[in-house]
């Protein structure tokens, strides 16, 4: 049986929020069924959708399947995905504030 993993799980409370794989080559390289299937099964148990690939500069969104299991998935660039993180810890510091 072959193991496979996701790199990174990211938690809200209790809820998970996103699943994150990390390739730096995936455009039409064998790494993309590794990096992809993986995502698709444990958002599939895990009752995730937000699928993210973090790559070094492609962008995009794609819809994959592995037997009967569809997701979409988002490649960004690790540079913005950083940046929407960021974004979203200055929004809820302000909610947490009381800022708008």
Known sequence: MEQEEVDFVVKQGYR??????VCAD????PARQTEIRPLIKAGNELNCKNLIVL???EERADT?????????????????????CRKKTMMNQRRVHGKK
């Open 16 to 21: 998970i929020s996103e699943l994150i794989q």
């Open 26 to 29: 995936v455009p039409g390289s």
């Open 55 to 57: 790559t070094e500069n």
């Open 64 to 84: 994959a399947e592995w037997f009967g299991i569809q997701g979409t998935i988002r490649f960004l660039p690790l540079g913005k995905w950083f940046s929407l």
